[in-house]
């Protein structure tokens, strides 16, 4: 696999990850009789920092993949 499908590949990796840190915390709050930004806030608070932080983590590797796909490109022309 090149440098562009794998920039691809951890692009969407990120793209997971940001999704699923608003699912989580929409499934903690399902639990909630009734359902407002403040609930909605401490169940994202719950669900923790370490998928936004892996998806910023990944969706950085995937630009820096992406960039050396394209730079390589660049060169060969």
Request: glycine share 10%; aromatic share 10%.
């Amino acid at each position: 696999m090149n440098f562009k499908g794998v920039g691809t590949v951890f692009c969407v990796i990120a793209a997971i990850l940001a999704g699923v840190r608003y699912i989580a915390a929409a499934l903690f709050a399902s639990g909630s009789a009734t359902i407002s930004s403040e609930v909605f806030a401490v169940a994202l608070a719950s669900v923790g920092t370490t998928p936004l932080i892996a998806a910023i983590a990944a969706l950085a590797i995937g630009v820096c993949f992406l960039a050396l796909g394209f730079a390589k490109d660049g060169k060969k022309a």
